[in-house]
């Protein structure tokens, strides 16, 4: 079955690569956040399709999720020696993705034709799409100012409270082509349980891709990043408390209300079951949290078989 | 005295750091060949800048006499992994420099500026000029067609006969302001052991440059790169051959005429000594090959003591 996940970071990579692994070569598109994108010392830097394709290629550092295993920062120490503030942690090998894909932006290639071409190159079974191919910024809006979303995140390690959050240049963004397409032929669209705030809210808020995702037939399955209170990594749970929203399995199914058919949360997340089921949704009850490389593709099967029974045409209310 | 230097690579580097421990901080300035510069996955190269700032530095890799020393090269095989042709050798720390090279000069800043920048970071003890802030390409026209300088020199390694070489773009170059305030203030200018078709020859070629050097007060010395009929380093034998030029250091002398009052030939070169001086110049014979650090300062001594022999004023005929 042909799936379209949307994916964000390191938890979004990590079910991707499950999906991946249990899916027929090529049958898998995964429209990934490039909302934290970001120009470092004039480099095009978009950390979240790196993690989706490093962890999709199998390159992805196993300790911290993101990055390449086994990476040196060489250049980094360069840097560093040249005065340069070195608080994103560049490897060598990483640095040589964001050399080739500024280079080829400038002279003139979308990001999506860039992001098939070095996907490729490193192996990876399916389709890495960027959301968009105009520059949307996330900014952080905290009582310190707003803040660019890697200052936020890397810099200042979130430690910022969130009194908004604000995405510069969405108005022009539009769905790439590539986006509709896969879309059209899917069979199962998969919310990843990356951040519903900063990493699948921006896919969503790219203009006609909510309503996309509304009108396409196939059945829509998310899985909550949220288990037990607690967001499994980042500051998912943060940033939703402090925007208002209630966190916990339920508060990430009201934040896609309209637009999933089926919501997977962990079993000590039992409680919430009744309150998604008022959504309109089907909920699966399950271990949803992604320990090591079989755990992600047992999760993945489980989400596969769960969106299966959804079923082409339920409509989400 | 103030010390004004014009260099290319490698040769040329080992005699400008000669100078820099010989003189007082801050007393040389080294004019730099930028025709070779190129760019590489959007990235501004100036390999002979990077050589002389490296080198002044105290960081070039000994074994070569370019890139880093100890330098790793793991963005390069990422590079190949991408697919891409890794026929430059990149190092990790040598890419810092050309990322922030090239981040500089986007964000509007010259060349000029930013090798101030770069140099002044990495401890370089007196000034760096790049030739111009202009681009300049030279082209080695060879019987396989137009090639460009790095393709000639490291790519193909210098295999190709030359018959010509074409300096792209000097019709549009201008003497920077700094290296015309520096000629001012000099009491000498020595030209340093670089390749004088590739490396010399397009400094004196900038327009301006070379009726600038003329007008100074300051003497002219130049040491031979030609050492008993051989290049000492590089492809300057062959290609002054091909050019019709006598390759010895006579035949460096003679590209010189008119512009430089002394010439620093090798003792097993004496047989050329009449020759020279009956181009207007002096002599000093000595061992003019560097072979280690102390060798280099040796070599430099001996320069700025020849220098200060010729007088302020000495026209060169």
Redesign the interface.
């Known amino acids: 079955m042909k799936t379209l996940a949307l994916a964000g970071g390191v938890g979004g990579a990590k079910l991707a690569a499950g999906l991946q692994a249990a899916l027929p070569d090529g049958d898998l598109a995964t429209v990934v956040n490039t909302a934290d994108d970001f120009t470092l010392?004039?480099?095009h830097i978009s950390p979240d399709l790196d993690t989706v394709m490093y962890t999709l290629a199998g390159l992805a550092n196993p300790q911290t999720g993101w990055g390449?295993a086994e990476?040196?920062s060489?250049?980094?120490?360069?840097?560093g020696?040249?005065?340069?503030d070195t608080w994103f942690k560049l490897?060598?090998?990483?640095?040589?993705?964001h050399?080739?894909r500024?280079?080829?932006l400038?002279?003139g290639a979308t990001l999506t034709e860039v992001t098939a071409g070095?996907a490729a190159?490193?192996g990876v079974r399916g389709a890495v799409f960027p959301m968009c191919d105009e520059r949307v910024s996330t900014i952080v809006h905290t009582p310190e100012g707003p803040l660019e979303f890697q200052d936020y995140f890397v810099r200042r390690r979130q430690k910022d409270e969130v009194r908004g959050v604000e995405l510069r240049g969405i108005e022009s963004a539009r769905v790439p082509r590539s986006v509709s397409e896969a879309l059209d032929g899917t069979g199962l669209v998969v919310f990843c349980p990356s951040n519903p705030v900063v990493s699948i809210g921006p896919i969503l808020a790219v203009p006609g891709m909510a309503e996309a995702l509304k009108a396409a037939s196939a059945p829509k399955v998310a899985v909550s990043p949220i288990v037990g209170g607690r967001a499994l990594k980042g500051p998912a749970d943060r940033m939703m408390a402090s925007l208002g929203s209630e966190v916990s399995a339920a508060g990430v199914a009201r934040m896609y209300k309209g637009l999933v058919n089926g919501m997977v949360i962990d079993r000590r997340d039992e409680a919430d079951q009744e309150e998604i089921e008022d959504f309109g949704m089907r909920v699966l009850l399950t271990d949803a949290v992604m320990r090591d490389e079989p755990d992600r593709e047992r999760l993945a099967r489980e989400v596969l078989e769960f969106g299966g029974t959804l079923g082409v045409g339920t409509e989400a209310r």
Not at 74 to 79: I, K, V
Not at 81 to 84: I, T
Not at 91 to 97: F, I, N, Y
Request: aromatic share 6%; charged share 25%.
């Open positions: 010392w004039g480099l390449i990476d040196s060489a250049a980094l120490s360069m840097l020696r040249y005065g340069e490897g060598d090998k990483d640095l040589a993705t050399v080739l500024t280079g080829r400038r002279a070095l190159a490193l």
